[in-house]
């Protein structure tokens, strides 16, 4: 079975710093999604980035990038220039076709002023 | 723009009784639906999925059920709950399997 790991229960970052949260998965498959998702304390779960394993070009949204290295199934999220509103949980999860999709146990990111 | 709809929003009830909670999506058709649960600083495990109406499958094998009567709603249900049944409920769709999937606001529910 797939498992998502991130080791970092928590991170913490000074506002306006760059930061990098870990994610590392397990899985036989070639062609899968790996995704980066937010949940603030309102709880609502919010899309950051979107990876596709079969693209070598990593994701970037924004203030948002990934650093996917497939060989080594790992997959982390880099926020820079850190804000106050990044505050929350950070999941990173696996899927292929909607029939795995699987979250890791999330970190939570603290900003400081 | 599409939206999708959980509620109620807060739910208390007592061990032994039954359990619907709703979820409905506007501004697409056909949408995969997932049901999660997320136990209190843990991350979301999915307990059903539907790819079309009256199509469900199981994820984790539970007291729980999933129902599909409408293309747009997808409804979780307990004939009696349990005290571990308490937990943030998410309901969420994608376009297609495989896709990125969107989130409703959930639905707190405290099993006393």
């Known amino acids: 079975a797939q498992t998502v790991t991130q080791s970092q229960p928590e991170m913490s970052v000074q506002e306006a710093e760059t930061v990098t949260l870990s994610c590392t998965y397990d899985t036989s498959e070639s062609d899968y999604y790996l995704f980066w998702y937010k949940q603030p304390p309102s709880r609502q779960m919010i899309l950051v980035i979107r990876?596709?394993?079969?693209?070598?070009q990593n994701a970037t949204e924004n203030r948002f990038s990934v650093n996917f290295q497939k060989a080594a199934k790992s997959f982390s999220l880099k926020i820079s220039d850190s804000q106050l509103g990044d505050a929350a949980m950070y999941f990173c999860a696996y899927d292929r076709y909607g029939q795995n999709f699987v979250f890791g146990p999330g970190t939570r990111l603290s900003v400081l002023p | 723009s599409q939206t999708i709809h959980q509620w109620p929003a807060t739910l208390v009830q007592p061990v032994g009784s039954p359990l619907s909670l709703e979820c409905t999506v506007e501004?697409?058709?056909?949408?995969?639906l997932y049901w999660y649960r997320q136990a209190a600083g843990r991350g979301l495990q999915l307990l059903f999925y539907?790819?079309?109406?009256?199509?469900i499958s199981s994820e984790v094998p539970q007291n729980l059920s999933a129902s599909r009567p409408q293309d747009r709603q997808f409804i979780l249900s307990s004939k009696k709950l349990l005290l571990s049944d308490s937990g943030f409920y998410l309901c969420?769709?994608?376009?297609?399997?495989?896709?990125?999937?969107?989130f409703g606001p959930g639905t707190r529910l405290l099993v006393l």
């Open positions: 990876q596709e394993a079969y693209k070598q």
């Open positions: 539907s790819v079309g109406i009256g199509q």
């Open positions: 969420a769709w994608s376009s297609d399997l495989g896709e990125t999937q969107y």
């Open positions: 501004g697409t058709s056909n949408p995969n």
